[in-house]
């Protein structure tokens, strides 16, 4: 009964909204009826008074707008006229609001177009990384209208904060000069994407790649093998059943119980759901090699399908050239829509890209209405059509080194997803060198922890990442190449030695070829890579330590963990036969044995063995030679022993003084791994950024250095002033620099000084000329060779041509630009310096009146 209750409240509070949005159509009307509690602000959102803002400083393109700027008012006026006539029904458009100035500006000339010098800001999942972590999210006044105000990209960066619309104009900007074909989207989002709401949103780091289910080839039946009889016991089978019963029952038990959890998890129904107005970008397929469209969401970066069911619908979109409306069915949210901006059935379009006028679908009463209009409008509507977009009033969007590496607002941001919480901060701000975290929780209250994960950057040690899961207390670094070494991945209890770990090293950058080592107080198992003598794999077992005995002189060793079996496998080695190779190799060290086997031979399902068993040290003293017994082998494939016992002394020779090597090996692999712990445990006890060379506002060090030698090259080598060039020094040669010269001396001095200078002039434009007349001559050629073999060649060879086309006319077009600015100089160059010579003192006395 409560719960019919709590329904019919429910019921009839949105029966009362719903009646007191019907009241009125007018926005005002609207935002009045909305209580506080249907608009959601998220709390961590400070309040901030935008008209507090300074802008003064802002440029003239803000305050005022151009003649072109006000003839696309009139357009945009006139067009919306035009779209409340013939769609009366649905809300105004969304295209002049007031700028921070409170000057009108038509929403595409907000879209700059900016390329920015960061490798991240070349793709669009940095660009929107970038745009949702700088930005603080601001809720619209109104959920249900687009605001009235649209800032700057700019002072959006500035005050590092805003709405849905904001982030999307700053975003779009940043997408269309990387390259995207990327449009500002006005449109309806359920309530989570408006509000920033990813509480019941699984954290992107936490999503698993969805596996493609491989098909099943279905065999013909015609050929089977018909089955074999059942010979299972039905009592079995009873007892079997009634487990899976038991089972059964389990599961349904554990179902219901998540079903009560996932409706804890549901969202509440939105009474507002398909009203709430929402912008984000819409990419387009065609440029950077994006394969289909899909949209961003700005306000968390990440991508999604135009099939998602959170985009409930679209209005119009716009990017830096033209403005286009929806004219398609929205009941499926965007699921059904075709996003073929050049159908103009689909999508009305406001300023036409062609000569030909726009299609106009109007019944005959509509023109009969239409066609009262002045013959004003009618020829401004004319001129409509053939309008290009203005420029950007906005100014160029900046951001500097230090702003971007700082990203978050005060270099940190706190994102609460579905049981778990996702931390940022930004590089240096943190000592250790920690730039992310995210921590994974067991239930919705977040109280119970279950996983850790830290991301961190610029560290010495090249600790990249640390995983810590509290239910097994396991832990997990990885590091980057270039530690010291050579570590990849270290997991750990307890940094306790002889305590269970698994250490992962870089295989390339050590000489034995070491790629992991697992360890217990038992066992050292190592993996290995690349080796010349062909081992992969070498586990050794060691017993229980005897009693530590104390002896001054003795060894550090000596309490070490007895080794009681080593044991070694290799790869296939094609030098030698499959009988001589050994594939294995124990030594039982406590039972004085040592045990080889070898490789498969072709067509053998057996392999050969050799069993040496060692000679006590009674037996060595009485005698030097071997005897059958102290050898058992097996050879595949023949019954005949072994009788060179030589040949197998020297082998059991060999063997021991290996066996002696391998345990060196094993001692140093233990001090390998004493020495890795007491360095982890100082690098982590003395944390150590690295900071780049380049990184001048850091590196304190190279900043004390620039400056020193700087002042010592001040102080060796003096600055000289610039002397200006003589230009009569090559002339005054030739007459041998006389103290005086009489008026015709000087006059042709002159004359032949700025006849060479001419000269030169001109010989540099022809050189220019001659670069630009072969540049075309290429280009002519590469033409013709292309009509001549267009229809022979494929895609990617016209695709490989234009590019070459493109870049032999953009070539010429630079040495183009360069001979017009030389005809342009040189007049100017030539006046100079007839002026520089008629001031020249020793020419001055002779030239003041010629």
């Known amino acids: ?82 779209y409340t006539h013939l769609c009366p029904d649905r809300k105004p458009l969304f295209l002049y609001p007031v700028n921070e100035c409170g000057i009108k500006k038509f929403v595409s000339t907000t879209v700059r177009p900016t390329l920015l010098p960061y490798t991240e800001l070349y793709h669009w999942d940095g660009c929107a990384s970038f745009v949702c972590d700088y930005l603080t999210m601001e809720p619209l006044k109104s959920p249900l209208i687009p605001p009235s105000l649209l800032y700057s990209p700019t002072t959006i960066l500035k005050y590092q904060r805003g709405n849905c619309f904001d982030f999307s104009v700053l975003l779009c900007s940043m997408l269309i000069g990387a390259g995207y074909d990327a449009y500002c989207v006005n449109g309806y989002a359920t309530h989570d994407i408006c509000s920033l709401d990813e509480t019941l949103e699984v954290c992107p780091l936490l999503r698993k790649p969805q596996e493609v289910p491989k098909e099943i080839m279905k065999k013909s039946n015609k050929y089977r093998v018909k089955s074999s009889p059942d010979m299972q016991s039905k009592f079995e089978l009873q007892q079997e059943a009634k487990k899976k019963a038991e089972t059964e029952a389990t599961h349904k038990n554990e179902e219901r119980g998540e079903e009560k959890v996932t409706e804890v998890e549901k969202p509440t129904h939105d009474p507002l759901y398909g009203l709430r107005v929402h912008a984000w970008v819409l990419v387009l397929s065609g440029k950077r090699e994006v394969p289909e469209p899909f949209f961003i969401n700005p306000f968390t970066g990440n991508s999604h399908s135009t099939m998602d069911e959170h985009f409930l619908g679209i209005e119009s979109v716009w990017n830096h050239k033209n403005y286009w409306v929806n004219m398609q069915d929205c009941r499926n949210g965007c699921k059904d829509l075709i996003f073929d901006l050049g159908d ?269 068993f060692k000679p006590t040290e009674n037996y060595r003293k009485q005698s030097e030679i071997m005897t059958p017994e102290m050898c058992i082998t097996y050879q595949a494939g023949s019954s005949v022993k072994d009788k060179k016992l030589l040949h197998l002394y020297k082998l059991l020779q060999e063997l021991t003084e290996e066996e002696k090597q391998l345990k060196q090996q094993v001692r140093q692999s233990e001090a390998e791994v004493l020495n890795i712990l007491k360095i982890r445990e100082n690098e982590e006890a003395d944390i150590k950024l690295t900071v780049s060379i380049y990184n001048t506002e850091r590196n304190e060090k190279r900043k004390q250095q620039y400056e020193a030698t700087k002042n010592a090259m001040e102080d060796e080598f003096p600055v000289h002033e610039e002397q200006d060039l003589d230009y009569l020094a090559p002339f005054l040669i030739q007459i041998g620099h006389p103290e005086k010269m009489t008026k015709g001396q000087v006059l042709r001095l002159r004359d032949d000084c700025l006849t060479d ?90 030239l003041s009146h010629a």
């Not at 050189?767 to 494929?794: C, D, G, H, P, T």
């Not at 010429?812 to 001031?839: C, D, G, S």
């Open 757 to 846: 200078f001419k000269n030169r002039l001109i010989a540099k434009a022809n050189i220019i000329q001659a670069r630009f007349e072969k540049e075309v001559e290429e280009l002519k050629k590469k033409n013709q060779q292309f009509q001549e073999n267009q229809s022979q060649l494929s895609r990617e060879e016209e695709a490989v041509f234009l590019a070459d086309y493109s870049e032999t006319m953009f070539r010429i077009h630079i040495v183009a630009l360069r001979l017009n600015r030389e005809k342009q100089t040189a007049p100017q160059k030539y006046l100079a310096l007839e002026e520089k010579l008629r001031k020249d003192p020793r020419l001055a006395v002779h």
């Open 344 to 612: 103009t059935v689909r999508w009305e379009i406001m300023l036409s890209e062609t000569d030909k006028p726009l299609q106009v679908l109007l019944d005959a009463e509509e023109e009969n209405e239409l066609f009262d209009r002045n013959m004003d409008d009618i020829q401004e509507e004319e001129e409509d059509t053939s309008f290009a977009m203005p420029p950007s009033w906005v100014a160029p969007i900046q951001i500097s080194p230090r702003e971007f590496e700082t990203r978050c607002s005060q270099g940190k941001k706190v994102i609460l997803y579905k049981k778990a919480k996702l931390e940022k901060w930004a590089p240096y701000l943190n000592r250790n060198g920690l730039v992310k975290r995210l921590t994974v929780y067991a239930d919705l209250g977040c109280t119970e922890v279950v996983e850790v994960r830290e991301w961190f950057k610029n560290r010495e040690d090249m600790l990249d990442m640390r995983e810590l899961n509290k239910q097994t207390q396991l832990t997990t670094e990885y590091f980057s190449p270039g530690h010291l070494l050579g570590l990849k991945v270290h997991i750990y209890k307890s940094m306790e030695p002889e305590t269970e770990r698994v250490m992962e090293f870089y295989n390339e950058a050590r000489v034995d070829g070491l790629q992991k080592r697992a360890e217990n107080a038992s066992e050292i198992k190592e993996y290995f890579v690349g080796r010349d003598d062909f081992k992969y794999f070498q586990h050794t077992e060691f017993g229980k330590r005897g009693k530590k005995i104390s002896v001054a002189g003795a060894r550090t060793d000596i309490n070490s963990r007895p080794i009681v079996q080593m044991k070694e496998c290799f790869h296939r080695n094609l030098e030698k036969p499959a009988d001589e190779d050994v594939a294995e190799r124990v030594f039982l060290i406590t039972e004085e044995m040592i045990h080889l086997t070898y490789h498969l031979k072709d067509k053998y399902i057996t392999a050969s063995k050799k069993d040496f």
């Open 1 to 82: 009964m409560e719960v019919l209750e709590e329904n019919d409240e429910e019921e009839q509070r949105e029966e009362e909204l719903m009646k007191a949005l019907e009241i009125s159509d007018e926005p005002h009307n609207i935002e009045t009826k909305l209580s506080v509690d249907q608009v959601f602000v998220p709390s961590d959102v400070s309040d901030f008074d935008w008209s507090s803002i300074d802008i003064s400083q802002l440029p003239s393109s803000y305050k005022t707008n151009s003649p072109r700027e006000k003839k696309l008012l009139r357009i945009a006026d006139h067009y919306l006229q035009q």
